[in-house]
Each structure stands twice: as structure tokens, then as C-alpha cells.
């Protein structure tokens, strides 16, 4: 089950007592795929925080190290996501005057569309991409820009490490921990902020090569094999615990486990 927010007012009591209290009392294990993530669960749902293991997200099929030459002209810069959370306005403002080509992934709203009409900033736009022509943005990309003000992981963080981009991000959890040292940390609230990483990530060549070898580095963390066998592990315990009870030791709960992404 993939749950992408948490419900917190009070008419939502019911939601979360059906997707996440009862299903958390029934399950032996929960897996979820960041510590934030389990901060969230543990916040909303009544269950021991041992009970909850973190695994997080894989990179993706297709996603491997493709070098590119960073222009001597102007780069692009490859934004991925349009909702309210992807920060795409402050982006926009961001770069109002920079130099550069904005690459948006996702459907725009009309204040998007009023805000880069106001706003100078060339751009293209693609939506309802296939996975084979998200990889084929990232390959076209110098820059990825990911200034999120909420995520559960962030999955746009791999794919550039892995591609081998420069990577701009949030200073926010779970973003910088995803990220390691392979990305420039801004605050995704300060408009400065994120325009003052986009340019040093274009200016300074030194710095934009460290990004780029720690992205590759961070990237190996979440290969699909490591992370299937954290998953393997799981199971592994599960299956011991379920022989302990039948031979009349104790277990620690009943179920299967339950993952929650975002």
C-alpha cells in the first residue's frame, strides 16, 4: 500500500483508522521507506516504533551513468513534478535572469503559465512521459532541480545521481539524507536561496564535478539488489518468527508486512 500524506484534522480520523491504525495492528512488520516517513506513521498510528523498519526506494530501472558535457552556453535545467509540494513557482522566480533553459515534467496550472509568461525564463514542457522518455530528460538535462518542500523520499534525487546530473536540492528531511553529499543543499522557502545554488552549480566547474562523483557514489547505496535483500532479510525474519510460534516460542505480531511509500 502506498500512502502519500497523512491525515491530521479531525474529520479524518476514520481515513486513518482504516488505512493506517487497523492495517499497522494486523501486520507483523511495516516498511517504509524513509525515517521521516516512520516519524509520520509513528505520529499518526499506534504502534511501537520497532515494529516500523526503513527501506527506501531503489533506483530505478533505466537510470544509469550517461556523461554529458556541461555547455559553455546556456544549460538546462530539468525540473520533475508540478504539485503545489514540487515548488515549480519559487523555481520560476529562481531563475528569472539566469541564463539557462527550464525543463518542466509535468502538467502546468494556469498560475504556472501566467507566472512564465511574466516571468523571462525559456522553457519547455512535457507531460504523460513513458519511463523510457523520463530517462531520455534526464539524458538531455546539465542541471536537475528538485527544491521540494515535502517529501516521504524523493525519487528524482536518485535518478539524477544516477544519470551522473548535477543535483539542486531541498535542506530539508528527507532530501539531504537521501542526497548525501551529492547535491547542493538550498532552502526551498528562500527564492535567494535556490538561485544562489543553481549558480554556483552552473559557475563553479570544481563543484559541479564533486556533485556529480558523490551523486554516483551516494547512487550505489540504493541499488535494486541491496534493497532487495533488505526486503529478503524481512521476510527471512518473518518466516523464523512464524516457526518460533508454531513450536510455541513468542512472535511478535501476526500478518505480513505492509510498505508505505511516498
Not at 7 to 34: F, G, K, M, N, Q
Not at 205 to 230: C, K, M, S
Request: glycine content about 8%.
Amino acid at each position: 500500500r502506498d500512502l502519500h500524506s497523512f491525515p491530521t484534522r479531525r474529520s479524518s480520523d476514520l481515513y486513518r483508522r482504516i488505512w493506517l491504525e487497523w492495517p499497522a495492528r494486523r501486520c507483523a512488520l511495516i516498511t517504509v521507506v524513509s525515517a521521516k516517513t516512520k516519524a509520520e506513521l509513528l505520529r499518526h498510528a499506534s504502534v511501537p516504533s520497532d515494529k516500523v523498519v526503513v527501506v527506501p526506494n531503489p533506483v530505478p530501472p533505466g537510470f544509469g551513468y550517461r556523461p554529458r558535457p556541461f555547455p559553455t552556453g546556456r544549460p538546462r535545467i530539468l525540473q520533475v513534478g508540478t504539485a503545489d509540494n514540487k515548488n515549480l513557482e519559487r523555481v520560476i522566480r529562481a531563475l528569472e535572469g539566469v541564463d539557462c533553459e527550464l525543463d518542466i515534467v509535468g502538467p502546468l496550472s494556469a498560475g504556472h503559465e501566467l507566472l512564465l509568461a511574466n516571468c523571462p525564463v525559456p522553457f519547455r514542457n512535457a507531460t504523460s512521459l513513458t519511463d523510457q522518455e523520463l530517462v531520455g530528460r534526464y539524458e538531455d538535462s546539465d542541471i536537475v532541480i528538485f527544491a521540494s518542500t515535502y517529501e516521504g523520499f524523493g525519487m528524482p534525487i536518485l535518478e539524477a545521481q544516477a544519470i551522473g546530473r548535477p543535483l539542486v536540492t531541498s535542506d530539508l528531511s528527507p532530501m539531504r539524507e537521501v542526497a548525501g553529499r551529492g547535491a547542493c543543499l538550498v532552502d526551498p522557502y528562500d527564492i535567494e536561496s535556490i538561485r544562489a545554488g543553481v549558480l554556483r552549480t552552473i559557475h563553479d566547474a570544481r563543484y559541479r564535478r564533486e556533485l556529480v562523483a558523490y551523486g554516483l557514489t551516494n547512487a550505489h547505496r540504493f541499488a535494486a539488489a541491496d534493497i532487495a535483500a533488505q526486503y529478503g532479510r524481512i521476510y527471512e525474519r518473518l518466516a523464523t518468527q512464524k516457526v518460533e510460534r508454531a513450536h510455541g516460542h513468542p512472535g511478535t505480531g501476526v500478518g505480513s508486512p505492509t510498505g508505505l511509500a511516498n
